[in-house]
């Protein structure tokens, strides 16, 4: 009964339309009568419905750091607080150990502890503007392609800040080595990086006692080209890998990345986000993923509508993120930039 009362409704309403307007207009007086009447406001225009925005949101915001070198690195985001702080406590040493111990009391050895308050940065995108004559054409197929490219900025640029903030400054004997590729391989004014520079970098941390679980390489564009053409085993695993490790070598888990830290000639490591002078280098970075921190605060995205702006009719889209990825501690940690050829 209900079914043939659909039918009947939906010819009365193709009837009124071609009797007034033709047959064009009996069309859409059919469509327009197949629209629920508890549809939302703006349901013609999907891409506006708030609740389609957030699922994608989240969708999209969910997995970013999967496949790269921050994946695998201890996540805090649940311990952020308001304000977008984390508070983590340095006991300042670790404990010794006694061996066949026979004096009693056992010593008491104090632990400088110390809480850390750290900061997350804020993030925010630059609006997009989307006029409200383009959305009427593309309509919801817009919403992912708008999330993914505020998404793939941020993304950026955290793996870009992360890839700095996770470099050592200078070298400091014992805990941040910093060292120049020494090979005999030329490109130009630098030396190219070789196996044995890893062979190196396994002998520091080796010396550091870093775990040989979890040591990570994360390799500058110019080091990735050097073992290409040095290395036949690394260029066979480079061209088969499917996830975001390339391959293991020598103890390390090796990645790569194309916006690695800038040094000097010296070794020194650049400010951040600074341009690149005469001798000055990308470089090369590896860490412990135990020594590493990442956290994710607040996000949040920002939609104003074409129906808020008679004048302009446009539609506004940004995000805002608080990010945060920092060592631990000042160790376990190194860099290698290109050493220079000498004139001599």
Not at 113 to 126: C, E, R, S
Not at 169 to 174: A, F, I, L, R, S
Not at 334 to 341: D, N, Q
Request: hydrophobic share 40%; with cysteine; net charge neutral.
């Amino acid at each position: 009964m209900k079914f043939f009362k659909f039918i009947v409704c939906l010819a009365v309403a193709f009837t009124i339309g071609v009797t007034s307007f033709g047959t064009g207009a009996g069309v859409a007086f059919a469509a327009l009568s197949l629209i629920p009447t508890g549809a939302p406001s703006g349901s013609l225009r999907a891409g506006l419905i708030p609740e389609v925005w957030t699922k994608e949101f989240i969708k999209r915001f969910n997995h970013a750091d999967q496949g790269s070198f921050l994946d695998g690195i201890s996540d805090y985001s649940s311990r952020v607080r308001d304000g977008n702080v984390i508070h983590l406590i340095d006991f300042g040493a670790d404990p010794d150990v006694l061996v066949n111990n026979t004096t009693y009391p056992i010593p008491v050895q104090q632990m400088t502890n110390k809480d850390i308050a750290l900061t997350l940065d804020k993030l925010q995108t630059k609006a997009t503007e989307v006029s409200d004559d383009v959305l009427h054409d593309v309509r919801a197929e817009f919403i992912p392609a708008v999330i993914d490219a505020h998404r793939i900025k941020l993304e950026e640029y955290r793996l870009s800040r992360a890839a700095y903030n996770y470099a050592p400054t200078k070298n400091v004997d014992g805990k941040t080595p910093v060292f120049a590729t020494s090979g005999t391989e030329k490109d130009g004014t630098r030396v190219r990086f070789s196996k044995d520079d890893i062979i190196f970098l396994k002998k520091e941390f080796d010396k550091m006692k870093v775990p040989a679980t979890g040591r990570r390489l994360v390799l500058c564009p110019d080091h990735v080209s050097d073992l290409l053409m040095t290395d036949q085993v690394f260029a066979q695993q480079y061209y088969n890998y499917t996830t975001g490790a390339i391959s293991k070598a020598y103890g390390f888990d090796i990645y790569e990345f194309v916006d690695m830290p800038l040094y000097t000639s010296a070794g020194t490591k650049k400010t951040y986000g600074s341009a690149a002078a005469t001798g000055d280098t990308m470089a090369s970075i590896a860490f412990h993923v135990s020594a590493m921190a990442k956290a994710t605060g607040e996000r949040k995205q920002y939609l104003s509508e074409a129906a808020n702006d008679p004048l302009s009719q446009r539609n506004l889209y940004n995000v805002r993120e608080y990010f945060f990825a920092m060592p631990k501690r000042t160790e376990a940690m190194a860099a290698i930039y290109s050493g220079a050829v000498s004139n001599s």
